[in-house]
């Protein structure tokens, strides 16, 4: 059985589709190649962006925690600060109370224990020996 110059014919048509069929698929593989090649590329850098994110929420609750920590030291201090001035403050404003009404006016300074103060307005020995004694 031997093949006619027409079956050659078909076959050799069939050799140059499978070629052209080949040459298309080469084609699409190497479109499909640049269409997913940055897809790893792309996942990488999505999980460097969420360790990132995950980094910067560590650092911002741990900055939450500072902060709240320092503000409830702050309230602690405030409150042995009030605790501490709060009879010196009652005494000195007993007494400045009394003077300002007798002067007319309002004046509040601070004081050291020596009777100096930082407005150059010294208190007497007596008016120190009042304060002291108001806070007890």
Known sequence: MGLTSRDLLVLQEEIDGLRQLDTASDVEFAALDEVEGPKPRSKKLSREIDDVKDKVLEGRARLEDEVASIMAER??????????????????????????????????????????????????????????????
């Open 75 to 136: 309230s602690r201090i405030q409150a042995e600060r009030d605790a501490l001035f709060e009879p010196a403050v009652r005494g000195t404003s007993r007494i400045s109370t009394k003077e300002s009404r007798q002067s007319g006016g309002y004046a509040v300074i601070g004081m050291n224990a020596t009777g100096q103060t930082g407005v150059g307005i010294p208190f007497s020995p007596v008016e120190v020996a009042q304060i002291k004694a108001s806070g007890r």
